[in-house]
């Protein structure tokens, strides 16, 4: 019997990603994307090193290095896009690529990022904790 695959809706906005479910079991996953902004946008799939615990400190790492497992390129505004992936346990990070502006600073590093967690033994990415301070 085939096993159904899970499926993530994903909204693009300025500058935001929103994600319907960001933890996932192993497996085939489906990529639902809709472009809600007012600008163009991309949307990129990556396994996170072992180190990162997500994908701001990746981000603030300033490494590179990471493969993109899927790209979905440029979604006007209204525009779908629909991909797929096999997910083994890991982290991974939905990223917009996108530069664009007089600053050229990409989408992501203005907050158009997003973690996924795949696998129940992965830790969420951790937060500070407000015992202590």
Same mark, same amino acid.
């Given at each position: ?9 994903? =909204? ?14 192993? %497996? ?10 007012? !600008? ?13 615990? %997500? ?7 300033? #490494? ?6 899927? =790209? ?7 525009? #779908? &896009? ?5 997910? &083994?346990? &890991? ?19 203005? %907050? ?9 033994? !992965? ?5 500070? =904790?407000?015992?202590? =301070?």
């Amino acid at each position: 019997m085939p096993v159904t695959p899970q499926v993530v809706d994903i =909204s693009m906005d300025e500058f935001d990603l929103t994600l319907d479910k960001a933890v996932l079991d192993p %497996g085939r996953v489906v990529f639902e994307v809709h472009n809600d902004g007012d !600008i163009d946008h991309e949307l990129t799939l990556v396994a996170l090193p072992d180190w990162a615990q %997500g994908v701001q400190e990746w981000l603030d790492a300033g #490494r590179h290095g990471v493969i993109p497992i899927y =790209s979905l390129v440029d979604r006007e505004p209204g525009q #779908r &896009g629909v991909f797929a992936a096999n997910l &083994g346990a &890991g982290r991974y990070a939905l990223l917009c690529v996108m530069q664009d502006g007089p600053d050229e600073v990409p989408h992501h590093r203005q %907050g158009m990022n997003a973690d996924i967690r795949v696998g129940p033994q !992965i830790p969420p990415p951790s937060t500070p =904790s407000a015992e202590g =301070s």
